[in-house]
């Protein structure tokens, strides 16, 4: 009990050191993390007809394997981004592909999150948690990538390159 307590004070103090801020986010009866008035996206624009030109929204950004060692679970079950036209994306993985829709919904954490696009870049801002297992607290993201023709690409310590596709992958 003691050793938990001081591991999830060390992590807490880690975080708060590092500058990044932490949200309580409390799950609802589904089980599904909701967004509240103290943790919402910062992203509030919708995307211009000159954004929507670079991003396809009517297709599938499927995770595609290169760039990088990915092991054999990840080559499974790659992710999934669906840009909308109001700024959100959703992000799901293959092998769970819509198996959560009925209770999920854009205020979710677990549905994706909010983007931008300034001419060939992207911006997802999304929420994740501040550790492994279940926790209330929850921290913001934003990671960019560049579009290439077809192609997201994302460097946030790990490459991960997304194609744009109008169908899915087989299971």
Same mark, same amino acid.
């Given at each position: 009990? =003691?050793?938990?307590?001081?591991?999830?004070?060390?992590?807490?103090?880690?975080?708060?050191?590092?500058?990044?801020?932490?949200?309580?986010?409390?799950?609802?009866?589904?089980?599904?993390?909701?967004?509240?008035?103290?943790?919402?996206?910062?992203?509030?624009?919708?995307?211009?007809?000159?954004?929507?030109?670079?991003?396809?929204t009517t297709a599938y950004y499927v995770q595609v394997f290169?760039?990088?060692?990915?092991?054999?679970? #990840?080559?499974?079950?790659?992710?999934?981004?669906?840009?909308?036209?109001?700024?959100?994306?959703?992000?799901?993985?293959?092998?769970?592909?819509?198996?959560?829709?009925?209770?999920?919904?854009?205020?979710? =954490?677990?549905?994706?999150?909010?983007?931008?696009?300034?001419?060939? #870049?992207?911006f997802i801002e999304e929420f994740l948690p501040a550790s492994q297992g279940?926790?209330?607290?929850?921290?913001?993201?934003?990671?960019?990538?560049?579009?290439?023709?077809?192609?997201?690409?994302?460097?946030?310590?790990?490459?991960?390159?997304? #194609?744009?596709?109008?169908?899915?992958?087989?299971?």
């Amino acid at each position: 009990m =003691v050793t938990k307590f001081f591991s999830m004070f060390s992590i807490l103090a880690f975080l708060y050191s590092s500058g990044q801020k932490l949200y309580k986010i409390e799950k609802n009866q589904f089980g599904e993390p909701l967004l509240n008035n103290e943790a919402k996206y910062s992203f509030k624009e919708k995307p211009t007809e000159e954004d929507l030109k670079t991003i396809d929204t009517t297709a599938y950004y499927v995770q595609v394997f290169e760039g990088r060692y990915y092991n054999e679970e #990840e080559m499974k079950n790659p992710r999934i981004i669906i840009f909308h036209n109001d700024g959100f994306f959703k992000n799901e993985s293959l092998m769970y592909f819509r198996k959560f829709d009925e209770h999920r919904g854009k205020n979710s =954490v677990y549905y994706g999150g909010k983007y931008r696009i300034k001419n060939n #870049e992207i911006f997802i801002e999304e929420f994740l948690p501040a550790s492994q297992g279940k926790t209330k607290w929850y921290t913001r993201r934003i990671t960019n990538g560049k579009i290439d023709g077809n192609k997201i690409i994302f460097n946030d310590g790990l490459i991960s390159i997304f #194609e744009k596709r109008k169908n899915l992958p087989a299971k």
